[in-house]
């Protein structure tokens, strides 16, 4: 009799122990009804109701926006062609890159002029080259021109509104 009370002892407490081990398990169980056909002797068919569990999950899927942000990389094209710069005027947003493309026979070159002077000179353009130079987040007016052909000028406008999209006139 002993036994079996140490027996009955030892197994609660093996119970006990192993149910408090386990992590708790939630899981959503439902029925639903559904007609499960049937054959019957006089060959027509009848539909009996079963049930089939069930398990539902449940997700939350994140929220995406899109933005418009003025520091992506964008980059955008001044062509060199007959000695003038195409376009000769460009607004943009802060951040914009810019690429002058040589497409004459001649060298030229970029560089600031007027308010600008000294923030950037590319040095010779050679027929067929480009350069490229990305502006910061400044917005204002930088007006440049060619070293060997001083008629030759062109202007960028850093702006930072909605409308600053990439312009000519």
């Not at 009996?48 to 990389?73: D, E, G, H, M, N």
């Not at 802060?94 to 560089?111: C, E, L, Q, R, Y």
């Not at 923030?119 to 060619?146: A, H, K, L, P």
């Amino acid at each position: 009799m002993k036994k079996l009370i140490c027996f009955v002892i030892i197994m609660i407490a093996f119970v006990c122990f192993t149910g408090c081990t386990q992590p708790a398990v939630q899981e959503v169980v439902t029925t639903q009804p559904t007609m499960v056909p049937t054959a019957v002797p006089t060959a027509e068919l009848t539909l009996a109701p079963t049930t089939v569990p069930t398990t539902v999950v449940t997700a939350v899927l994140p929220i995406v926006t899109r933005t418009t942000s003025p520091s992506a990389k964008v980059v955008t094209t001044f062509h060199m062609r007959n000695n003038t710069f195409v376009p000769g005027e460009l607004t943009v947003l802060p951040g914009t890159g810019i690429t002058w493309i040589n497409d004459d026979s001649a060298v030229h070159s970029v560089k600031t002029i007027g308010n600008a002077t000294g923030m950037f000179n590319s040095g010779d353009i050679i027929s067929g080259s480009q350069w490229s130079y990305t502006f910061g987040v400044r917005e204002g007016r930088y007006e440049f021109t060619c070293s060997y052909h001083p008629d030759m000028k062109g202007t960028v406008i850093i702006q930072r509104t909605e409308s600053s999209l990439i312009r000519s006139p």
